[in-house]
T-cell receptor, first 115, second 108 residues
Framework: EPEVTQTPSHQVTQMGQEVILRCVPI?????FYWYRQILGQKVEFLVS????????KSEIFDDQFSVERPDGSNFTLKIRSTKLEDSAMYFC?????????????FGPGTRLTVT | KQEVTQIPAALSVPEGENLVLNCSFT??????LQWFRQDPGKGLTSLLL?????REQTSGRLNASLDKSSGRSTLYIAASQPGDSATYLC???????FGAGTILRVKS
């Protein structure tokens, strides 16, 4: 069964460093998403991406964050100049269709630890 | 702004019991509602997506209902098993807004 994959599973970085989290969405899906979950808190929407551009972003997704689909399979989240409060589980998701309202399938997540 | 609430926050039941998890949302203008399962330290597994035009959706021992007018959804789990122990989350699109989840423990 097709699934969303994410690498790395755990990333440790020092405050102020840049990190890139990678995702491979399900191959025929057209909508891609990033979410994060700070330990003990709700899952929060960061950004959605469709047709090679950001469809929607939350207040959390400020200039520190960027997303890119560098090729036909990968979808990346870049965090510039990481802060301690960026420590969280980051989930990538994808859905088929063009509305962004389809069932979303999540990857296993990348645990980001900023020290 | 859409807000999603889940009750109860935690539930502990003996194996074999039928149980109901509740989800409420403040904005009834939704397209669908999705239920997920999250195991500790793991990702989210989609369980069911129920469209706004549907009242119920079933998958195995799971049954989800949706009442848009009252802003509520329930997830019914029949004949619970220890392997059902996890956190159950509901979310409404399109940028999914999640509830805090119900932590379920099924005791053998």
């Amino acid at each position: 069964e097709p699934e969303v994959t994410q690498t790395p599973s755990h990333q440790v970085t020092q405050m102020g460093q840049e990190v890139i989290l990678r995702c491979v969405p399900i191959s025929n899906h057209l909508y891609f998403y990033w979410y994060r979950q700070i330990l003990g808190q709700k899952v929060e929407f960061l950004v959605s991406f469709y047709n090679n551009e950001i469809s929607e972003k939350s207040e959390i997704f400020d200039d520190q964050f960027s997303v890119e689909r560098p090729d036909g399979s990968n979808f990346t989240l870049k965090i510039r100049s990481t802060k301690l409060e960026d420590s969280a589980m980051y989930f990538c998701a994808s859905s088929e269709g063009t509305s962004g309202l389809g069932e979303q399938y999540f990857g296993p997540g990348t645990r980001l630890t900023v020290t | 702004k859409q807000e999603v609430t889940q009750i109860p926050a935690a539930l502990s039941v003996p194996e074999g019991e039928n149980l109901v998890l509740n989800c409420s949302f403040t904005d009834s203008a939704i397209y669908n509602l999705q239920w997920f399962r999250q195991d500790p330290g793991k990702g989210l597994t989609s369980l069911l997506l129920i469209q706004s035009s549907q009242r119920e959706q079933t998958s195995g021992r799971l049954n989800a209902s949706l009442d848009k007018s009252s802003g509520r959804s329930t997830l019914y789990i029949a004949a619970s098993q220890p392997g059902d122990s996890a956190t159950y989350l509901c979310a409404v699109p399109h940028k999914l807004v999640f509830g805090a989840g119900t932590i379920l423990r099924v005791k053998s």
